[in-house]
């Protein structure tokens, strides 16, 4: 397989991710933005990527503007960056999670999975999943490596030796029998290598793939205990979901009236450099360049028109996205002290496993988490200020 395919195999939607808060942010920033972006961002900009969107202001950046990282914006000079216009009484449409959401929402769950059901009305197929007991022998004696308990084997998938799939067909639940095959002459075990071996086999159960039912099988398959629960999960996440499209209404609101003068340059490439670390890593990794890597998984787009067109809308948009969150928060005084910053640094290296504090600011930085943490502030002040339709 050549790399370009390897890519390929391994990376069938790698072109489906968004960068809307570029990838090496942790999770719950990502989760907090995710809240807050208008609903209309940047999408138009696949068209035309010189004509800007409502609420994003393209310019020629002031030289000035380079040394400007988000670690350079303070409370002291945020308002050079941005103007913010008002954000209190804004009105918004209430979302309600009604019981037919709830079984549309199953429905179309189902519709969507495919689960392994038991067959227990005919004799094992081409294509079905099999759980099988077998003992394997030379000369009536078992060898070492030939017994298993449990076994899964999809028939037809090759993945035992040649023969030993074929002779399970045709057999039903419960049975026990013998088959014979023979050890291919370049098999890895010297030992067995050529050998005919007799496998005593108890086919314990028949699975094929079929269309999901909302049943205990299906919730269990989720990690659930009961259907009872798996409904009232769909509820919260329907709710939450409900909760994230109220606030995102209002804060596409806010950032719609928002000015803003200067954008911190600085801070925009740094996180396109930030964005496309992991794309080098996994180019180095295939052994190829980096403009190769991109078009295959973008299916001909060049390095820089991925840049273009793709990551640098993303990054300015959060770069202002970070300047509203600043300003509202300078304007109502909320403030992250550095204990609450540290404390929530320390869960986030907990949670994701990184080995400490030290190596989680390698990839990350403070003042990200900090404004994360402000974003999560605001919402309740902007929520708590708007008004219901």
């Known amino acids: 397989m050549s790399k370009l395919k390897e890519i390929k195999s391994k990376h069938?939607?790698?072109?489906?991710?968004?960068?809307?808060?570029?990838?090496?942010?942790?999770?719950?920033?990502?989760?907090?933005?995710?809240?807050?972006?208008?609903?209309?961002?940047?999408?138009?900009?696949?068209?035309?990527?010189?004509?800007?969107?409502?609420?994003?202001?393209?310019?020629?950046?002031?030289?000035?503007?380079?040394?400007?990282?988000?670690?350079?914006?303070?409370?002291?000079?945020?308002?050079?960056?941005?103007?913010?216009?008002?954000?209190?009484?804004?009105?918004?449409?209430?979302?309600?999670?009604?019981?037919?959401?709830?079984?549309?929402?199953?429905?179309?769950?189902?519709?969507?999975g495919m689960m392994m059901i038991n067959v227990t009305d005919r004799a094992a197929l081409d294509g079905d999943?099999?759980?099988?007991?077998?003992?394997?022998?030379?000369?009536?004696?078992?060898?070492?490596?030939?017994?298993?308990?449990?076994?899964?084997?999809?028939?037809?998938?090759?993945?035992?030796?040649?023969?030993?799939?074929?002779?399970?067909?045709?057999?039903?639940?419960?049975?026990?029998?013998?088959?014979?095959?023979?050890f291919p002459e370049t098999y890895h075990a010297e030992q067995l290598a050529g050998q005919d071996a007799v496998f005593n086999i108890t086919l314990n159960a028949i699975r094929e793939e079929g269309a999901a039912e909302l049943n205990e099988d299906f919730v269990r398959e989720l990690g659930l205990e009961s259907v009872a629960e798996y409904r009232a999960l769909v509820r919260e996440r329907l709710e939450e979901e409900a909760k994230n499209n109220e606030r995102r209404q209002v804060f596409s609101e806010v950032f719609n009236t928002v000015v803003f003068h200067k954008i911190p340059v600085g801070e925009v490439e740094q996180r396109i450099a930030l964005t496309m670390d992991p794309f080098y890593h996994e180019a180095e990794s295939y052994g190829i360049e980096i403009d190769d890597f991109i078009r295959e998984i973008t299916q001909g787009m060049s390095y820089d028109e991925f840049i273009d067109y793709e990551v640098r809308p993303y990054a300015i948009n959060d770069v202002q996205m970070d300047l509203v969150i600043r300003a509202i928060a300078a304007k109502e005084g909320i403030v992250v002290t550095q204990s609450e910053l540290d404390e929530e640094i320390k869960s986030i290296v907990d949670e994701y496993g990184y080995e400490s504090v030290e190596q989680f600011l390698i990839y990350n930085s403070e003042t990200i988490v900090k404004v994360s943490m402000l974003a999560d502030r605001i919402i309740e002040v902007l929520m708590g200020n708007a008004v219901p339709r």
Not at 42 to 56: A, F, H, M, S, Y
Not at 59 to 82: A, G, S
């Open 129 to 182: 999943l099999v759980i099988i007991d077998y003992i394997g022998s030379l000369d009536g004696i078992p060898f070492q490596g030939g017994t298993d308990h449990g076994a899964e084997l999809m028939l037809g998938s090759g993945s035992f030796i040649p023969g030993f799939e074929e002779q399970i067909i045709g057999h039903n639940v419960g049975d026990v029998f013998d088959i014979t095959v023979t």
């Open 12 to 112: 069938p939607g790698i072109f489906s991710i968004q960068f809307g808060v570029f990838a090496v942010l942790i999770i719950a920033c990502i989760v907090l933005f995710a809240i807050l972006r208008p609903s209309n961002d940047v999408d138009t900009w696949q068209d035309d990527p010189t004509e800007p969107t409502e609420g994003i202001t393209i310019h020629e950046p002031d030289p000035d503007d380079w040394e400007f990282t988000i670690d350079e914006v303070t409370n002291d000079n945020i308002f050079q960056f941005v103007t913010v216009g008002n954000y209190k009484g804004i009105a918004f449409d209430r979302v309600t999670v009604s019981d037919q959401d709830i079984e549309d929402f199953i429905a179309q769950h189902l519709s969507e």
